[in-house]
């Protein structure tokens, strides 16, 4: 099967975005770039992440043509694709709609930079693209303009989407994230927390970058 590897590693994520409860039902979407064809493996539209199989996945273009598969891709192509074109440094686009990161995708603003690992990972606070409605080409654009060349960002009462330079450590800035929003929660429930500055959160980011990991 074309792709196969790629695939079945899509469905190995959308899996664990679904255990570890970063979508509810079949919300959020799962996409990687390959590096040697460019094109894009994504989880289809509106299938159970459990029973998905390979086949299932749909292999499109950045332009959004479909080039194998059999299914109809995620409503959210335009995004991922859209994301592609504008990011070469990106090759993992993982949508979720999980519960803290949406919560603060409904307020105004961003979600503020608090804590050491989320600012480890994506630099400083997670800006919030205005709202559009899912699925249209309108979401596409703000939704990749506002993320500019960062990790993450917020989708007005909606949900958040991370990227990386492979669907792993975008899976993982997810998560990061998602614990991040729920601390940053409770500290301004608890009272007025101390946030990170946009210079300390750059030299976490660089100092991991360089140093973390083996
Ligand atoms: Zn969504």
């Not at 979508?23 to 289809?44: A, M, Q, Y």
């Not at 654009?141 to 990386?164: F, Q, Y």
Request: one cysteine or more; a negative charge.
């Amino acid at each position: 099967m074309f792709l196969e590897k790629e695939r079945k590693k899509v469905i190995e994520i959308a899996r664990r975005a679904s255990t570890e409860k970063l979508v509810p039902l079949t919300f959020g979407n799962f996409s990687l770039r390959d590096k040697e064809t460019g094109h894009v493996c994504i989880t289809p539209s509106g299938m159970p992440y459990m029973t998905l199989e390979p086949e299932d996945i749909v292999v499109v273009d950045t332009d959004g043509n479909i080039i194998d598969g059999k299914r109809k891709p995620s409503i959210e192509t335009p995004l991922h694709t859209a994301v592609y074109r504008k990011r070469p440094d990106v090759f993992g686009v993982v949508h979720t709609h999980s519960t803290f990161l949406t919560a603060w995708a409904c307020l105004d603003g961003d979600l503020p930079c608090i804590t050491s690992e989320a600012a480890s990972l994506v630099g400083g606070s997670v800006k919030n693209a205005p709202f559009a409605v899912q699925g249209t080409q309108e979401l596409a654009d703000v939704t990749s303009d506002t993320l500019g060349n960062d990790k993450a960002v917020l989708m007005a009462n909606h949900g958040a989407i991370c990227v990386d330079e492979s669907i792993d450590k975008a899976y993982n800035n997810a998560v990061v994230l998602e614990e991040s929003a729920k601390v940053a929660y409770l500290a301004f429930t608890l009272g007025k927390p101390n946030l990170l500055s946009e210079q300390i959160a750059k030299a976490l980011q660089k100092e991991t970058n360089e140093n973390y990991g083996q």
